[in-house]
């Protein structure tokens, strides 16, 4: 070697010792990822002992709520301390305004009274959103071609308190309407449910990554137009700082992104600029695209997913919801 040593280049820092052994790695690594992280989405169809694959997410299938009662028991034995519901409603009963949100005994509510019935201590997150309720698969109430957000905002309130009723612990509506969460706070406190939390989806980004979601809960072939005029776009991250700060006046408990590998920035900033519990939803196209690059030999799947999984964490989340939840918990369970 000619010129200087190594040592002189760098003042004799060489950042390589303490990568040398797997202690001192794992001394001062800065962050880890635990199965106290994870929250696991489990999608529900009606009927009793009967499950359906998902074809664009291998692995993901629909579960009848007393088998999403025994997903949740296995959860609950891995320690996963939350799972969140999503329900594929039946198409008879989907119509311009969603209202089979507001039956008290639809899909979304029997399946927390099931899971609740069978692993009281876990946590039941449930979204209001009523695009798996309506027959045009947007997440509000459609009039003249036009989403109205007001009547939308009442209507969730509504559904809000029945999903508190069922048993739900956290409401985490992800429909993105102006007022939302005030008005859902205000609702479940007027019933009398001070102690349900809310988890606002404050940055749900207008992405691509949700596909496989829409044939999981069956609205690919039924959605009209796009969701543009409500979710943010994906090129600004100032309107997701000042579209969560609303959320957090009104009463949000904690911040969920989504999508989360593409939005890390968004996850930082907002952590950075609150300081509150922050989520982020590791949704069905970063699920599938792992999913199948794994099967076709493109790469190590478990190593992705952890690295990814991990990523979010280093972004400032508190908590991750992700397909991923169940493999995960058996990988980091192990000694």
């Not at 109430?141 to 069922?166: F, P, Y």
Request: with cysteine; glycine share 8%.
């Amino acid at each position: 070697m000619t010129g200087r040593t190594v040592d002189e280049i760098t003042g004799g820092r060489r950042m390589r010792r303490n990568r040398r052994f797997d202690w001192t790695r794992r001394l001062v690594r800065e962050n880890t990822l635990s199965v106290d992280d994870l929250i696991w989405p489990i999608f529900l169809i009606p009927g009793e002992n009967r499950s359906e694959d998902i074809k664009a997410m291998p692995g993901v299938e629909r579960v009848t709520p007393d088998l999403a009662a025994k997903k949740a028991e296995q959860a609950a034995e891995l320690g996963i301390p939350a799972i969140a519901t999503f329900p594929n409603i039946d198409i008879a009963l989907r119509d311009d305004t969603g209202s089979n949100v507001l039956a008290p005994d639809n899909l979304i509510n029997e399946a927390t009274r099931a899971i609740k019935k069978a692993v009281p201590e876990i946590g039941v997150i449930t979204d209001v959103a009523l695009d798996p309720f309506t027959s045009h698969g947007h997440d509000g109430i459609l009039r003249d071609g036009v989403i109205v957000n007001d009547e939308t905002v009442a209507q969730l309130a509504a559904a809000a308190v029945l999903q508190a009723e069922a048993g739900a612990d956290i409401i985490a509506p992800s429909d993105m309407m102006d007022g939302r969460i005030g008005a859902i706070r205000d609702a479940l406190n007027e019933a009398g449910f001070s102690d349900v939390g809310i988890m606002s989806y404050a940055t749900k980004y207008a992405s691509g990554f949700y596909g496989p979601y829409r044939e999981a809960i069956g609205t690919q072939d039924l959605l009209k137009g796009d969701k543009r005029s409500y979710y943010i776009d994906p090129a600004n991250s100032d309107e997701a700082v000042r579209d969560a700060a609303l959320d957090v006046e009104e009463g949000a408990d904690m911040l969920m992104v989504k999508p989360g590998l593409p939005y890390l920035d968004i996850v930082w900033r907002l952590k950075e600029t609150f300081g509150m519990p922050t989520f982020a939803y590791q949704v069905s196209g970063e699920y599938s695209m792992i999913k199948a690059a794994a099967q076709n030999g493109w790469l190590d799947g478990e190593r992705a997913m952890m690295e990814s999984l991990l990523a979010l964490k280093r972004a400032g989340c508190d908590g991750i919801l992700t397909y991923f939840a169940l493999e995960a918990a058996k990988l980091l369970r192990q000694p």
